[in-house]
């Protein structure tokens, strides 16, 4: 149910450019990601650090 809601997720955010392989290799679970990379724009309403102190 997890992998499903994630490749879906994918799928909404990335359509066709994001995949993702998971199932048994070499006696271990292996899931592999693969999604293009984007750089994020700053936004000026976020702030740069979280204050924990707040």
């Known amino acids: ?3 499903s ?3 879906e997720r994918l799928m909404l955010l990335y359509d ?3 995949q993702l392989d998971a199932g048994p290799r070499d006696g ?3 899931l592999n ?4 990379y984007r750089k994020e724009r700053r ?3 976020v702030k740069p650090y979280l204050d924990i102190d707040r």
Do not use: C, G, Q, T
């Open 1 to 3: 149910m997890a992998l």
């Open 5 to 7: 809601n994630v490749r």
């Open 16 to 18: 066709m450019e994001a």
């Open 28 to 30: 271990r679970f292996s």
């Open 33 to 36: 990601l693969e999604f293009p």
């Open 43 to 45: 936004r000026r309403d």
